[in-house]
C-alpha cells in the first residue's frame, strides 16, 4: 500500500475512527493489557480492506473500498450528511446557481431506475411533457439500470443545442417511449407570482437558492405591495424542500421588520439572527397566509416559523417536514468535499421541529388530492398559470376576504 493511500485511511480512522464496532475474539485480545488506540482501528481498517481486497467474489480495488468507507462513514452520521466527490460538488454548486445547460429535470434515484421528481417550468423537459413520478430507463439507448445518480445527470446535461434521447417508462402506458429533447440553457426562476382577485398577490417560491430573495423582492415592488395597491399575500411554500440558509435569512428579513428569524446552536457556535428595518419591510396592515404541506422543509420551515412566531401572518396547510439540521460545505483535500450537520436551528420561540415539523395555525386538508402524474401535461400548465383554482389557494383567499367557510378545517 503507498504512503498517500496510508495517508487517506489514516485520515479517515482519525475522523471515523468511532463508527467502526470492534469485537474481539480469541484471536483479537489485546496483548500484554496494551490500551486500544486509534492505530488499532487504523489497522483493523486496512485489514479488512486487504481481506476483502483479497477474497471477495470480485475484484473490488483498494480505493472503491476506501471510498465506500468514507461514504458509509459520514452518511451514517445522519441522513444529511454526506461525503461528496469533485463532480458532485460541482453539482450541487450549480443547481444552489439556478444556472446550467441541460434539459431541466429534477430527478432521484429509486430501486433501479432514474425518477423524475419535476420538471423545472418552461424547460425542454416541461414542454416534451416529462411528468413527476417518469421512470427514466435508458439514456441514449444506455440502460440506467447500474447508472448512479451523478453518472445519470452528467449524461442529462451537455452544451445548448445538442440532442438527448431518454427512454421513458409512465404507469398507464403499455410500453415504454422514446422522446428526444434538445438542450438548453436552464435558469431555474425559483418565484412564481400573479395578482387574484384584483388586490390579492399569490407568490410561490420553489426552492431557495442563490438570488430567491431578490427575486422575491422584485416581484413584491412589481405588484405595487409597498405603494399600498395589495390587500393580502399568499405566500406558498408547499413541498419546497429548502436550499440555502442565506437566503432563508434574507426572505425572513423581508416578512420581518423586527424580531428574531432564527437561531442556530452547534458544538463550536451558536449564532441568533435578527431582522433588520428597512423601506422594503413587509408592509403593516397586509394580510399575509403561509401555505405548507409535509413537503416544506429546512429553510422553509426557517421561514414559516420566524412567521408564526413574530405573528406576523397565518400558517395555513398541513404539518411541515420537520428538518432543523444546518448543513456546512467543508473542503476537503481531493476536490470534494464534507457536507456535514454542524448545528441545529431553532424557532424564535426556542423550538426545535426536528421530526416534529411546524403546526400550522389553521390545519386545511384539500378534498380531492390529484397526483401530478395524474394529470395531463395540459392541466399541470393550466393549475399552474391559474393558481386560483387551487382549493387551498381558494380557502386561503377567501380567509383574507373574510369570507365564512362552510367547510370545517379538519
Known amino acids: 500500500m503507498n504512503n498517500d493511500l496510508f495517508k487517506a485511511l489514516l485520515f479517515a480512522g482519525l475522523i471515523g475512527g468511532g463508527i467502526f464496532v470492534i469485537k474481539h475474539g480469541a484471536q483479537g485480545e489485546k496483548q500484554n493489557n496494551r490500551p486500544e488506540s486509534i492505530y488499532d ?78 420538471p423545472i417550468e418552461d424547460t425542454p423537459a416541461w414542454r416534451a411533457g416529462i411528468l413527476p413520478g417518469d421512470r427514466i430507463i435508458k439514456i441514449n439507448g444506455e440502460s440506467t439500470r447500474d447508472m448512479t445518480l451523478s453518472e445519470a445527470v452528467k449524461k442529462l446535461r451537455g452544451p445548448k443545442g445538442t440532442r438527448v434521447v431518454i427512454t421513458v417508462e409512465r404507469d398507464g402506458w403499455d410500453e415504454p417511449r422514446d422522446i428526444e429533447l434538445i438542450r ?53 411554500l408547499r413541498n419546497n424542500p429548502g436550499g440555502l440558509l442565506s437566503e432563508a435569512l434574507r426572505i425572513g428579513d423581508i416578512f420581518l421588520s423586527e424580531g428574531i428569524i432564527v437561531s442556530t446552536k452547534g458544538r463550536r457556535s451558536s449564532q441568533t439572527y435578527k431582522a433588520g428595518k428597512d423601506k422594503f419591510d413587509f408592509p403593516e396592515g397586509v394580510s399575509l397566509i403561509v401555505l405548507v404541506n409535509q413537503g416544506s422543509a429546512s429553510a422553509s420551515e426557517i421561514v414559516a416559523g420566524a412567521i408564526k412566531d413574530n405573528k406576523k401572518g397565518l400558517i395555513v396547510g398541513t404539518k411541515t417536514f420537520g428538518k432543523a439540521s444546518v448543513q456546512t460545505i467543508i473542503p476537503l483535500s481531493d476536490g470534494g468535499a464534507l457536507r456535514l450537520t454542524t448545528a441545529h436551528y431553532y424557532t424564535p420561540a426556542g423550538t426545535n421541529i426536528e421530526e416534529k415539523g411546524i403546526e400550522p395555525d389553521i390545519v386545511f386538508k384539500p378534498k380531492v388530492q390529484v397526483a401530478q402524474a395524474e394529470l395531463s401535461p395540459e392541466e399541470i400548465v393550466k393549475r399552474r398559470d391559474h393558481p386560483e383554482l387551487d382549493e387551498t389557494v381558494k380557502f386561503a383567499l377567501s380567509l383574507i376576504k373574510g369570507v365564512p367557510q362552510e367547510r370545517a378545517k379538519e
Open 41 to 118: 482501528k487504523i489497522n483493523l481498517l486496512t485489514e479488512v480492506m486487504k481481506k476483502v481486497s483479497d477474497n471477495y467474489v470480485k475484484e473490488v480495488s483498494d480505493e472503491e473500498l476506501l471510498m465506500r468507507a468514507i461514504r458509509w462513514m459520514v452518511h451514517s452520521l445522519d441522513p444529511f450528511s454526506a461525503y461528496m466527490s469533485p463532480d458532485e460538488l460541482k453539482e450541487m454548486e450549480t443547481e444552489t446557481k439556478g444556472q446550467f445547460g441541460g434539459l431541466g429535470i429534477e430527478i432521484t434515484k429509486k430501486d433501479y431506475y432514474i425518477l423524475v421528481i419535476s
Open 184 to 236: 438548453d440553457i436552464i435558469k431555474v426562476k425559483s418565484v412564481r407570482s400573479k395578482i387574484i382577485d384584483e388586490n390579492i398577490l399569490y407568490v410561490r417560491l420553489s426552492g431557495f437558492q442563490e438570488g430567491s430573495s431578490k427575486e422575491l423582492e422584485d416581484a413584491f415592488k412589481k405588484s405595487g405591495l409597498y405603494e399600498g395597491k395589495i390587500k393580502g399575500v399568499i405566500f406558498d
